[in-house]
């Protein structure tokens, strides 16, 4: 996932390669369940269950900083203002934080304006934001192109745009028009998510995913999951979930409910695009008679909230996460608004993919790459 160094091995990329070719969009509330396999006993994927072990191994580990190190000095006295597709999101709540922990650092305004989750709050909260003519705004955790035509009244009105999870890749954007997006890399967190189910059961596992397919980024994500999980023929996608994330908590008991008698003991694993799912399906696991550090084992692919990292640790119905670092996104923010300030172009870095389990969550309530604070301290004040 980071620009700078060679992650994983070619095995591995191969497989990233193949995964970036999944496509296909499901807005049911469930894909049609496939009458799965008894599971397995044995992998009948050695090189793909190989190729995983040593990919967990390595995002296990922890990472020192290999971001920017130079850049402009900060100009005081900005304002920007950041939308928020929703804050029921724990991601994009815990990004929007960090832009205001770091804009403060700086000496600017920074005002979060919550789009409620529908696409008329969100583009209500976007006209707000350009009515306020901000020096810059964040577009947070949406898709630009449903906003198309406020997009175009900030490129307009000269507002430079930066994107969170905004489109399916890192780095600047042409159409829409963005100074930059900010995210890890999507095949990089669903590859690791999938190799994580797939070494964990040694390539026998029976699993559900939950995705919100309204989201581009999202389905995308989860689609990239599926396809790498099935690179391995010994594991069995046994359901695809599509439950939108603002509906999550009043939809996902019942469908885990669901899942738990028709799958019965066949459902060994689960991956959400987002771990919000996981919190709302720990009480209908727990009615069901699931233990908390028993099957299903769960992954969340992104972002890492507080409340996952708990989960994980006390090992309640979450098992591993690929956490955002959330704080560092925030700070990434703020650094990137301020070179586009400058003239100058986006610094380019990408966030290092890492994986957080019960052999390395600690005491920690998220995830950020060490000493990214201090550097980005370093480059403002000049």
């Known amino acids: 996932m980071n620009r700078t160094r060679n992650r994983f091995s070619r095995t591995a990329s191969a497989l990233a390669v193949a995964a970036a070719l999944a496509g296909g969009c499901s807005r049911a509330s469930s894909s049609p369940d496939p009458t799965p396999d008894p599971v397995r006993s044995a992998s009948t994927c050695p090189g793909v269950l190989n190729a995983a072990k040593q990919a967990v191994a390595r995002a296990e580990g922890i990472d020192a900083w290999d971001g920017p190190t130079s850049g402009p000095s900060a100009v005081r006295g900005k304002s920007i203002v950041f939308v928020a597709e929703t804050m029921i999101n724990p991601g994009v709540a815990g990004v929007a934080k960090g832009v205001e922990e770091a804009g403060r650092s700086v000496g600017w305004n920074v005002r979060v304006i919550d789009g409620q989750g529908t696409p008329a709050g969100v583009r209500a909260a976007f006209g707000q934001a350009i009515a306020l003519r901000p020096a810059g705004i964040v577009i947070g955790g949406f898709d630009p192109n449903s906003t198309a035509e406020q997009v175009e009244q900030a490129n307009d009105a000269r507002i430079p745009l930066i994107g969170w999870h905004a489109t399916s890749r890192p780095g600047p954007s042409r159409n829409p028009k963005l100074f930059t997006n900010i995210t890890t890399r999507v ?196």
């Open 187 to 382: 095949e990089d967190v669903a590859r690791i998510s999938a190799y994580w189910i797939i070494a964990r059961s040694n390539g026998t596992a029976g699993v559900v995913i939950f995705t919100d397919s309204s989201i581009p980024f999202a389905e995308n994500k989860s689609q990239l999951i599926k396809k790498t999980l099935l690179s391995c023929s010994s594991v069995k996608l046994l359901s695809y979930q599509n439950i939108p994330l603002p509906d999550t908590g009043s939809r996902t008991p019942q469908a885990v409910s669901a899942l738990v008698s028709r799958l019965g003991d066949r459902w060994t694993y689960s991956a959400a695009i987002n771990d919000l799912y996981f919190a709302d399906a720990a009480a209908a696991l727990r009615a069901a008679g699931k233990a908390g550090d028993g099957a299903p084992f769960s992954i969340g692919a992104g972002d890492g909230d507080p409340s996952a990292f708990q989960r994980i640790r006390d090992r309640q119905f979450q098992a591993a996460t690929v956490p955002e670092p959330l704080n560092a996104q925030g700070s990434q923010i703020v650094d990137e608004f301020n070179r586009a300030f400058a003239g100058q172009p986006p610094s380019g870095y990408v966030a290092p993919v890492h994986l957080t389990t019960t052999q390395n969550v600690d005491d920690t309530a998220s995830w950020d790459p060490p000493g990214y604070r201090a550097a980005y301290e370093r480059i403002w004040n000049g």
